[in-house]
């Protein structure tokens, strides 16, 4: 079974600095995907940014970037020039991929709390 | 606009009563999930469903049901078997095929309570 462990319960930043947040996960699989999101305290859930398995570059989307090591199992978040909307809790989730018997379902860490103070 | 809404956005359950969270989709998405979140834990595969008239048990599905007979809908029923349901419910959809490695949709979640 897959596993995904986030080791940070809580992190803070300072504003304009940056930040990363750890997550590892436990597979054999081979082809999978990678998600972090994150929930501000409205409770959405809010995609951040997606890793493909089988990509060796890892993702960007404008201040977010990800440090993806797959033999380590590693999939950690960067968060640059952080801003105080960026306060929320960050979950680190895994996905197989199967081809035609993909399920969708999703395995979620135990969340960041990150805080980004003024 | 295009989303998933849940209602209502606070739930109350007496003790022995089943009661239902509701979870509507106007994204044409034939994927659908629910998912409990407790304090400290991330979320949890409660039910899936893949198509409608058909859905298969997650992680904890024990104490829990649903029905799919709409694709826009996938209602969860808490049951009186779950002897521990205070927690945030998030209800999920996505595409299918390919689609359905491409992040999900989120609903606004549910806050069920005990009285």
């Known amino acids: 079974a897959q596993t995904v462990t986030q080791s940070q319960p809580e992190m803070s930043v300072q504003e304009a600095e940056t930040v990363t947040l750890s997550c590892t996960y436990d597979t054999s699989e081979n082809n999978y995907y990678l998600f972090w999101y994150k929930q501000p305290p409205s409770r959405q859930m809010i995609l951040v940014i997606r890793?493909?398995?089988?990509?060796?570059q890892n993702a960007t989307e404008n201040r977010f970037s990800v440090n993806f090591q797959k033999a380590a199992k590693s999939f950690s978040l960067k968060i640059s020039d952080s801003q105080l909307g960026d306060t929320a809790m960050y979950f680190c989730a895994f996905m197989t991929a199967h081809g035609s018997s993909n399920t969708g379902k999703l395995i979620f860490g135990q969340g960041t709390t990150l805080q980004v103070k003024p | 606009d295009g989303g998933i809404t849940q209602s209502p956005k606070y739930l109350f359950r007496k003790e022995g009563q089943n009661v239902t969270l509701s979870c509507e989709q106007n994204?044409?998405?034939?994927?659908m999930y629910w998912y409990r979140q407790d304090p400290g834990q991330g979320l949890r595969l409660i039910y899936y469903?893949?198509?409608?008239?058909?859905?298969q048990k997650g992680d904890i599905a024990e104490g829990y049901s649903v029905s799919r007979e709409k694709k826009e809908s996938f209602p969860l029923t808490v049951t009186s078997a779950q002897k521990n349901p205070t927690a945030f419910y998030l209800c999920?959809?996505?595409?299918?095929?390919?689609?359905?490695?491409?992040?999900?949709?989120f609903g606004d979640g549910t806050r069920l309570s005990i009285l």
């Open positions: 999920a959809s996505s595409g299918r095929g390919q689609e359905i490695l491409q992040p999900q949709h």
């Open positions: 994204l044409n998405h034939d994927a």
């Open positions: 890793q493909e398995a089988y990509k060796q």
């Open positions: 469903s893949q198509i409608v008239n058909d859905f």
